[in-house]
């Protein structure tokens, strides 16, 4: 499918991050990689390229940037989860983990006898749990470039935290080289990076891939060339923590929620307390379009006149995002 080839490659707009600040990013090296044991199979020891496995059950409650997702699966390249009622052949709801956007595959394809297991793991005690999904010696697709594929292999982890609500990607043991990535990007005509990556925004890093720099991007705001420098070295950490957590705060969060979300005719901003002040509602291009005074702690927005799609409203310094549908 390689879905995310496809977004990341329609990138028409400017080099401009969003301003929603849905995750601050961090990066760690020299870690120490450990493959899993005693994990649960994913793909069951069958052999897998452009392959379907699924769906698994969440086994605590997680979110990606607000939107709750009960399921996980692998599809392709890519580990997934899924919002509750969304399917992976659908965009809305989905979110996919691009650890590196390279075409993988198990490395003994052609001999029928899979040699790259995919597996997950639960560890931890109840509300400090981590769910661990991992891609072990995986090899590539050749795709006729002028760098061989026979002999590289990667692998890496991807853990979810039920405390924080944190993703790290944990990179392992790889021979994956700056050629082969250069011949991928310039021959190949792809992108070569690593992205949190749903139908509305993506979670994006490129250029050194030691220390990368971090945006979030609606299609319409992707960067022309968003690729990292080359493959990230064994034992580099990757984790994206939601805004407001003590990992690292980018805003003070006021009692502020929004419901429904996803919203048709009404949308509400709920405070906890009563709340005076002012809110506006910002299209994805920055343009206001509604404005008005809090009324306590329930304040209704008739939508009913807004275009589908995604929209920020900021109340008290506070950025809230809802669709609507």
Known sequence: MKKITLLLAMALGTFAANAQNDYTFTVQTGQTYTNLEGATSINNGDVWDYDYFGEFTMPFSFGIAGQAVDRFYFDDDYFGLLAPGATADEEEGVFLFVVNNLFVQDIAYDSGNSNSPLSYKVEGTTGNRILKLEMKNAGLEDIELSVATNGLYLNF?????????????????????????????????????????????????????????????????????????????????????????????????????????????????????????????????????????????????????????????????????????
Do not use: C
């Open 157 to 325: 982890q991807v853990w979810l935290y039920e405390s924080d609500k944190s993703i790290e990607i944990h990179y392992g043991d790889s021979n994956v080289t700056t050629a082969y990535i250069n011949a991928f990007i310039n021959e190949g005509e792809q992108v070569f990076t690593t992205a949190i990556a749903g139908i509305e925004n993506v979670y994006l890093l490129t250029g050194n891939s030691a220390n990368p720099t971090y945006g979030e991007y609606t299609e319409n705001t992707l960067p022309a060339s968003p690729n990292l420098s080359g493959y990230p070295a064994s034992g580099t950490v990757y984790r994206f923590a939601p805004a407001g957590t003590t990992n690292a705060p980018v805003f003070a969060r006021n009692n502020f929620s929004l419901y429904p979300n996803p919203a048709s005719t009404v949308v509400n901003i709920r405070a906890n307390d009563v709340a005076e002040g002012q809110y506006a509602v910002y299209n994805m291009l920055g343009a206001v379009v509604a404005q008005g005074s809090l009324t306590g702690t329930d304040t209704a927005i008739n939508t009913a006149s807004l275009q589908e799609g995604v929209y920020v409203i900021k109340v008290d310094n506070q950025n809230l995002k809802f669709i609507k549908k």
